[in-house]
């Protein structure tokens, strides 16, 4: 094929597209109809789809996060206590007694599960410095000048994020056991208290609990600074964050013989063990040395049943959303059908006059496919306002962004719809017989 046969064939195409468009305008009010019958019909489903693509994504990111590769094992009284939170519980029976784990059971538990898990116990105190902090702003006005995080944690801590030391040391499990007060720095928070010098051997004074007096933690490591994707105050905690022994609070004396308890222990799974094994294993090894006076929460778990009860709900209105735009495209073929019977005696006369059946045909598939495209924009115009008021009324951003999917699969579902009822019209308008349909009144 030639140039000029190219560019005649464009023309043509042009030419009847304004044709289509032409004749369109003039059955105005049954072309309104149709735009709008497959616009509601694409805004729906295009909102459902994009909902259930988005969980589904986020879902995945979700297992590469730390919280929810973190199980927590809690008491059966606490878990009452929350009211219906989501819990698998490890026993069936209610009412026993308040479950609190001791260093030495906490200690067993790692024992029997593989290296990918960590047992850990995180609890967090905000304490004040006596010490003079570099001048740098605090996110929120309320935090004052020389106010710093304390994590109290264990050993396995550390090795769930991955953390490394720029210098000094960890703290060891003598350390928890005989309630050393001693700290491993974030990195800017010692470049905060002791600029170029060296941090490690240096004590750190805080103040007192009640008006006692001074509490001194010695420096043992100092972090590897951390690169951090987080919200500015998250990343400013992280930055200013000690972590010390989980046993050496601030607020209680240090020494003495009082075995430590706690009612909140943390299992770390590393990224790419799968997560629900790893649940049941945690599960039996829990029940072996507590029985049924504990639980398992998996974050991840309560995401996922989340997620479920959401399809139900979004398949059932895409169901239909569906049904309704099979049925808009039964009653929007009618509409053609009847559209092409209007104009069989035009049809007859194009023909007459050197139209080909292909040309005719070739018309009213323009046609029904520039309705088709312009419902199809209208709906995926709709579908963002039909996500802001989904996201509003679910009370979380679950469809985020994924314009580009949007856009496709509006197109994609208009193109569809407008083949469906454009097609068969088109054959029978290609179909009529010029001699017969001249004799039409």
């Known amino acids: 094929m030639g140039n000029s046969e190219i560019r005649g064939e464009v023309l043509s195409l042009v030419d009847q597209l304004r044709w289509s468009l032409r004749h369109s305008k003039r059955q105005l009010f049954e072309s309104t109809l149709v735009v709008v019958a497959i616009s509601l019909g694409v805004g729906v489903i295009v909102t459902v789809l994009s909902l259930l693509l988005s969980v589904n994504q986020q879902y995945g990111e979700f297992e590469y996060e730390d919280y929810f590769r973190t199980f927590e094992l809690i008491s059966q009284a606490d878990f009452a206590s929350r009211s219906g939170a989501p819990l698998v519980l490890v026993g069936t029976e209610s009412g026993v007694s308040e479950w609190r784990a001791t260093l030495v059971e906490i200690e067993e538990l790692q024992r029997h599960l593989p290296d990918t898990m960590h047992v850990f116990v995180e609890m967090n105190w905000s304490v004040r410095t006596l010490l003079e902090l570099s001048e740098v702003e605090t996110p929120f006005p309320w935090m004052e000048s020389n106010e710093i995080f304390l994590t109290g944690t264990t050993p396995e801590y550390f090795n769930f994020k991955n953390y490394t030391l720029e210098r000094g040391n960890w703290f060891l499990s003598e350390d928890l056991r005989e309630k050393n007060r001693v700290v491993v720095l974030s990195a800017g928070l010692a470049q905060e208290l002791f600029g170029e010098e060296d941090?490690?051997?240096?004590?750190?004074?805080?103040?007192?609990?009640?008006?006692?007096?001074?509490?001194?933690?010695?420096?043992?490591?100092?972090?590897?600074?951390?690169?951090?994707?987080?919200?500015?105050?998250?990343?400013?905690?992280?930055?200013?964050?000690?972590?010390?022994?989980?046993?050496?609070?601030?607020?209680?004396?240090?020494?003495?013989?009082?075995?430590?308890?706690?009612?909140?222990?943390?299992?770390?799974?590393?990224?790419?063990?799968?997560?629900?094994?790893?649940?049941?294993?945690?599960?039996?090894?829990?029940?072996?040395?507590?029985?049924?006076?504990?639980?398992?929460?998996?974050?991840?778990?309560?995401?996922?049943?989340?997620?479920?009860?959401?399809q139900r709900y979004?398949?059932?209105?895409?169901?239909?959303?569906?049904?309704?735009?099979?049925?808009?495209?039964?009653?929007?073929?009618?509409?053609?059908?009847?559209?092409?019977?209007?104009?069989?005696?035009?049809?007859?006369?194009?023909?007459?006059?050197?139209?080909?059946?292909?040309?005719?045909?070739?018309?009213?598939?323009?046609?029904?496919?520039?309705?088709?495209?312009?419902?199809?924009?209208?709906?995926?115009?709709?579908?963002?306002?039909?996500?802001?008021?989904?996201?509003?009324?679910?009370?979380?951003p679950l469809i985020s962004g994924m314009y580009g999917t949007r856009i496709l699969l509006g197109v994609t579902i208009g193109f569809a719809v407008s083949l469906l009822f454009g097609v068969y019209p088109a054959y029978l308008g290609s179909r009529i017989n010029p001699v017969d349909a001249l004799r039409t009144d």
Do not use: C
Request: cysteine-free; proline content about 4%.
């Open 314 to 396: 979004v398949l059932l209105i895409g169901v239909f959303a569906s049904v309704g735009l099979v049925i808009a495209v039964i009653n929007i073929l009618n509409l053609m059908l009847a559209r092409v019977l209007k104009r069989t005696k035009g049809i007859g006369l194009s023909m007459a006059l050197g139209s080909s059946r292909r040309l005719v045909f070739r018309q009213f598939v323009l046609e029904a496919l520039s309705l088709g495209v312009i419902g199809s924009v209208i709906g995926v115009l709709l579908s963002f306002g039909l996500s802001v008021v989904l996201e509003k009324a679910l009370g979380a």
């Open 199 to 310: 941090p490690i051997g240096q004590t750190i004074p805080l103040e007192g609990f009640r008006e006692e007096e001074s509490i001194f933690y010695t420096v043992i490591g100092v972090l590897a600074p951390i690169e951090s994707a987080q919200e500015p105050y998250f990343t400013f905690r992280e930055a200013r964050t000690a972590y010390t022994p989980v046993t050496a609070s601030p607020y209680t004396h240090g020494g003495g013989e009082v075995e430590h308890r706690f009612s909140r222990v943390s299992i770390g799974v590393d990224a790419g063990v799968d997560l629900v094994q790893a649940h049941e294993l945690a599960k039996s090894e829990a029940n072996l040395i507590w029985g049924e006076a504990v639980g398992v929460r998996s974050p991840l778990g309560d995401f996922q049943e989340m997620r479920k009860e959401l």
